[in-house]
């Protein structure tokens, strides 16, 4: 008798039992964020042992997730497949986070290690700034050309030079003027002087080598753009405390990262003609004004946390409304420029394609996600192409 009550207790253990319905699975408990240390938790560890005076809230799902293993004595509560799945890729998706956030760039991979966090300093990894910086400097240029010829390739690849200089020095200032917000900003934490990699006295030292490499830039050029280009550190050195005092930081980067429109004109033609010259550097700080507000909807919880301010803030739901206002009036002023410059009607096919391309950035871009404001941001440098090619073909045909 004994021996056949041994033996029905042990059958039990193989008894099929229906497998409950995805609503059997959860309880009335919080389902969306689950705790890993909730005993009652769907997310917890599924070979974890525990005494039979745990609690498990539906009746059907104890029959079907619990065995016992006689031998011991002890019971083994076990998840349904659906939510060993979930806890599995759940835990993968954080681990490739995790590795996406620790991949290495080119800096990582070619230079010497002492050289490294200079080179993460000027943002050598992160072209896009260069290219923003520099096609303003190239529109104008090329706008000064005597129709029919192509633009001066010596001036051009000096401001393209002059061109990853600044912004490097740009970014120095910024990090060393803002090391302090940077460690409470999740995208800025690891950056060399925030992370502690490299000393104030050490980004101030490496500050001076670019100023230094920009100013033998600069003195190749007219005694009125060297003035005119002199003038513009003001912009550059202040433009890092902007967003203490005020909700348009990106207005006055505008005004930083657009001189060239007013700097490449006077290289040529060592004066400034405001007809052509004013409506150029108008629709640049427009265009800053709108890819600089989808940018900073990356950091918008944290410069909330923070303290500091943007027009991401300052625009809040109405962002898109906004940024199509500054898209329509870096259209418009571009337009103006060129025809007050007589260029010739290619500027304005390959206007057309510039603006389709602001448009579909300003129509997709989701708000939302910081990759996708990214993607967007980086996608500039090809508006300012399309810009660049229209004032080539426009003054060559």
């Known amino acids: ?56 809230p539906n009746s059907n799902l104890k029959k079907s997730l619990t065995y016992y293993y006689s031998p011991h004595s002890s019971r083994i509560e076990l998840l349904g497949y659906r939510q060993v799945l979930h806890f599995s890729t759940f835990a993968n998706s954080e681990e490739e986070k995790k590795n996406e956030q620790q991949k290495h760039s ?23 700034g ?36 600044l912004r490097g020095a740009g970014c120095t200032v910024n990090d060393l003027l803002d090391r302090d917000i940077d460690t409470k900003v999740e995208r800025t934490r690891s950056r060399p002087v925030a992370s502690g990699v490299l000393t104030p006295f050490q980004g101030l030292c490496f500050l001076g080598f670019q100023l230094l490499l920009g100013l033998g830039i600069l003195l190749q050029l007219n005694n009125f753009s060297r003035i005119l280009g002199a003038s513009s550190l003001l912009l550059v050195f202040s433009y890092p405390l902007m967003k203490r005092f005020t909700f348009w930081p990106q207005a006055y980067l505008g005004l ?10 006077a290289a040529i033609k060592g004066s400034i003609d405001p007809a052509v010259v004013l409506p150029l550097y108008a629709s ?23 303290g500091v301010k943007s027009t991401a803030l300052r ?83």
């Not at 039990?12 to 009652?40: E, I």
């Not at 930083?256 to 004109?265: D, S």
């Not at 304005?348 to 990214?374: E, H, K, M, P």
Request: charged content about 15%; some cysteine; proline content about 6%.
């Open 284 to 306: 640049g700080v427009f265009w800053t004004l709108v890819y600089d507000t989808i940018y900073a909807h990356q950091d918008k919880e944290d410069d909330l946390k923070v």
């Open 315 to 397: 625009f809040g739901d109405s962002t898109k409304e906004w940024i199509s206002g500054f898209g329509l009036a870096c259209i418009s002023s571009l337009a103006l420029s060129g025809i007050n410059a007589d260029i010739g009607w290619p500027y304005y096919a390959f206007l057309t394609a510039a603006s389709g391309q602001l448009a579909w950035q300003i129509w997709t871009v989701d708000l939302s996600s910081r990759a996708d404001c990214n993607r967007k941001f980086v996608s500039n440098k090809w508006f300012g192409a399309f810009v660049f090619g229209g004032v080539l073909f426009g003054r060559l045909l």
């Open 130 to 165: 260069t290219w923003l910086l520099a096609w303003p400097c190239m529109w104008s240029i090329a706008l000064a050309a005597t129709p029919g010829s192509l633009p001066d390739v010596k001036m051009m690849t000096l401001f393209g030079c002059g061109a990853l200089l």
């Open 1 to 56: 008798m004994a021996l056949y009550r041994r033996l029905s207790r042990t059958s039990r253990v193989f008894q099929w039992h229906p497998r409950p319905s995805v609503a059997a699975l959860y309880s009335s408990r919080d389902q969306t964020n689950p705790s890993p240390t909730d005993p009652h938790s769907l997310l917890i560890n599924p070979f974890q042992s525990s005494s039979s005076d745990h609690y498990i």
């Open 256 to 265: 930083t990262f657009n001189w060239g429109a007013l700097l490449g004109w």
């Open 106 to 128: 080119w800096i990582d991979t070619y230079l010497p290690q002492r050289i490294r966090p200079y080179a993460h300093l000027a943002r050598l990894d992160k072209p896009i």
